[in-house]
């Protein structure tokens, strides 16, 4: 496991930006991660809420990336690591050529290695479509 990325504002994260936190665990070959943030400085300001005049819970792009991320880390586990059809570093790699590409950023004084071409949904829709496009075709029973 591992936790980072806690952040006083979490709902102001884009849902690119929340999404490839999972993604992240599974290149780096842990179980999970953790995701934590201030609610104190921003007791009006939340990932999830329930909004009486709708009467149904509220989500902000923060937990649908958070929640996407992780079905899509569970997909590629699943095809890269259970059923080992797709190699693991044509999805995340620092190959030029991977799906993903892993680089270094630097943000003020840290510096750390992330997704460094995720700018766009689109890019998740592909990864979706090529690993069960691949799955379907070379999986035993498929």
Known sequence: WF???GLAEPYRIS???AVFRPLLAVFE???GFGFWA????NL???IVWYDEKSNAFQFGPTYLGLRDGFRDACL???ASNILKIVPLVDILSERTDALFRIG???RNHYRYRTIVN???PLLLNELRRRLLRTVAQRAPNG
Request: glycine share 4%.
């Open 44 to 46: 009006n300001a939340n």
């Open 104 to 106: 270094w950023v630097t």
């Open 3 to 5: 936790y980072g990325w």
């Open 15 to 17: 849902y690119e930006d």
């Open 38 to 41: 201030f609610q104190r400085p």
């Open 118 to 120: 995720l700018k766009s």
């Open 29 to 31: 070959r842990v179980s």
């Open 76 to 78: 590629v586990f699943w």
